[in-house]
């Protein structure tokens, strides 16, 4: 750790476009196959990570954008307030198109709010499997025609074309900076918060007033198995060996339970199939353990 090293690049790149061209296939891609903690179901919360690429040189954080289509509600306008805002703290923004697609209102919209930010834009013209090469040429000067991007890639992020390219150019353009999440670490979502929420909602349930409040349960890893299925591993904590006693139940039953009906609703939650893999153990001070508190997200 100590010897000279080469400076490491790190910082934000943000991935803005309308649906379906491709967003979540390239972040699979890129941040390799075990991310894709990627819930099927209609994006709430703003802004979030939605993947990070380690290299030895380098780490890219991915930010998803989801607000930035024309707003229909207030809460469409508040969404797109918040990603505007936050595309203007990137070191970097992808703005993705599908060349199967004719430039239509919303990639003009997306356009219209890129001219906010002072943020390097590189084009990613992507699915340049489907069509013929000649067709590309055309279709990325209609792009050109309204704004100067830093770079264009046509890619397809369903092969892999010009990924690797697309990975250099962006190494090359971000700051020396720190690694900020550590290797293995390729999601930062919210979604770690609510599920350890289920689980501990569910411990309550099933053991009424026999298990405390104090009862903490911490989501370690959410990974993606051989098998396609979220892997998730989650440890409860209890004060009390009575109170792991109970937790776990006769031969396992109350956890069995517990980890059935969580699982149920972690399901629902993220529109996705789960393996739920649960731990009790004992621990009389996590409640003074800034290290638990900040995991759990009681941060002040
Ligand atoms: P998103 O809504 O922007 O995240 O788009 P998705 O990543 O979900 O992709 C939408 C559809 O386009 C999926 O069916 C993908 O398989 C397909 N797709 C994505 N990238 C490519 C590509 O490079 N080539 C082709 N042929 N299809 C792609
Ligand atoms: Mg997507
Ligand atoms: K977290």
Redesign the pocket.
Known sequence: MDQKQAAFHSGFVAIV?R???????LLNRVVGQKVAIMSNKAQTTRNKIQGIYTAQDSQIVFIDTPGIHKPQTKLDEFMLKSATSALSEVDAILFMVSVRDKMGPQDTFILEQLKQTKQPVYLLV??I??VHPNDLAPFVEAYQAKRKFAAVFPI????GNNVPELLAALKQHLPEGPKYYPDDQITDHPEYFVVSELIREKILELTRDEVPHSVAVNVERMRRNDQGKLRIEATIIAERAGQKGIIIGKGGQMLKKIGTLARQDIEHLLGDKVYLALWVKIDKNWRNNQHYLNELGYQK
């Open positions: 476009g649906p379906n061209v491709g967003k979540s296939t992507n699915k499997d489907t397809s992020a369903l092969e």
